[in-house]
């Protein structure tokens, strides 16, 4: 079974900071990409920041040079390093993963993590 485990949400004022963390772990082998998706009260999910095999990196245009996402492979975990946040960036913070369980198939499944609510307020 594989789970992702976020941490690191919680209250910060305008302008300030925040990192995200989300450590995937059970039966992988390997992680196609992770990424961050968003869901703020009243809003449908949305996707924040994605890092896929290779290096590549995408981002919403509303979170570009303010947030970084990184991963480390080692570890099966990926970062959201939230720069200047504002309070448009309230929600619930939920990392995903594409990973493949097994070599003998190319088969990717989607997993979630259960979310971490980030508030933005002075």
């Known amino acids: 079974q594989v789970q992702l485990v976020e941490s690191g949400g919680g209250l910060v004022q305008p302008g300030g900071s925040l990192r995200l963390s989300c450590a995937a772990s059970g039966n992988i082998f390997s992680i196609n990409s992770m990424g961050w998706y968003r869901q703020a009260p009243g809003k449908e999910r949305e996707l924040v920041a994605i890092?896929?095999?290779?290096?590549?990196?995408n981002y919403a245009d509303s979170v570009k040079g303010r947030f970084t996402i990184s991963r480390d492979n080692a570890k099966n975990t990926t970062y959201l390093q939230m720069n200047n946040v504002k309070p448009e960036d309230t929600a619930v913070y939920y990392c995903n993963a594409h990973l493949r369980l097994t070599w003998r198939n190319s088969l990717v499944f989607q997993y979630w993590g259960q979310g971490t609510q980030v508030t933005v307020s002075s």
């Open positions: 890092a896929v095999s290779g290096g590549n990196t």
